[in-house]
């Protein structure tokens, strides 16, 4: 029964990321004029004039004399054959930009959720199991404090720590020397090095609203009756409370996958350009406002998709999680 269930979620992401594109494409398209309007203003300001002879000619060239639903069609069906374009103005194949980045993203998304799930989960049922408490209060003041808290501005705090007090460098994922090479155990162990600070700071944020959340569900679940009558069979609390109230009260830390992990990408994009992070969201941003569209449609058909097999992982996990959830 749960494959079944599987395959019709999987078979409706196909007709909902179709049109997706179409909004994504139309919504790059808004904005007045096009990314050779962008470029001519650039070469404007340096004083450099062009001619419309050579303005037709570069609008040719980039396929931007055609009408829109040319351009849809032509970029949609590249897309079928894996080819995402070549970036107007990176003079590069889209791809090449996009996955470099999107992995060391994905892998920040995953190290990020990580830590928070580790930190917001003990935290949470501590403060539902000892409500009122001294360690209640303290973990429901600094959740507080972290939902209050810019992720950017906690960036600059540590990073300003880090330069002052440490004397590290604390600014990107990799050290200089690991800048544009390959990859080998000792990148790799460099990146380990550098990656607490943004995960950190990505996942504070995150991690203060899901020990609210799994707190509140916890106390709901506890003053149920199917919990008295657990504890008059005579099991431990500890065992109690992990098997029966937890196991439902963990269904919002599941249920973020669909959204934390399009949310990292797109929601830290200041983060990222405060932290110098290689990874997707500054270089969508300076996509979308230099209009090139095929590198920002790329992008957004990425979250798109991460957002959909975010939303399809919570699903599945629900089912298995919640006996409650029916697969109709």
Known sequence: MIWRYILKRILWMVPFLFAVSIVAFLLIQAPPGDYLTTY??????????????SVENLRARFG??????????????????????????WRQPVSELV???????????????????AVAFPIGVYSAVRKYSVGDYIATTIGFIG????????????????VVHFGSDV?????????GEPWSYAKFVDLMKHLWLPVVVLGTGATASLIRIMRANLLDELNKPYVDTARAKGLSEFWLIMKYPVRVALNPFVSTIGWVLPNLVSGAVVTA?????????????????SQDMYLAGAFVLLLSSLTVVGMLISDILLVILDPRVRYE
């Open 147 to 162: 939902l209050a808290t810019p992720n950017f501005l906690l960036a600059l705090i540590l990073m300003y720590i880090g």
């Open 273 to 289: 350009i405060v932290l110098s992070l290689p990874t997707a969201g500054p270089l969508m941003l300076q996509a979308l406002l």
């Open 171 to 179: 600014g990107g994922l990799f050290s200089t020397e690991f800048q």
């Open 64 to 89: 931007l004399d055609k009408p829109l639903y040319v351009q849809y069609f032509k970029w949609v069906g590249n897309l079928l054959q894996g080819d995402f374009g070549m970036s107007f103005e």
């Open 40 to 53: 001519i203003a650039k070469l404007g300001e340096s004083n450099e004039v062009l001619d419309q002879a």
């Open 99 to 117: 996955w470099e980045r999107m992995g060391l993203t994905i892998m920040l998304s995953f190290a990020t959720l990580l830590f928070t799930w």
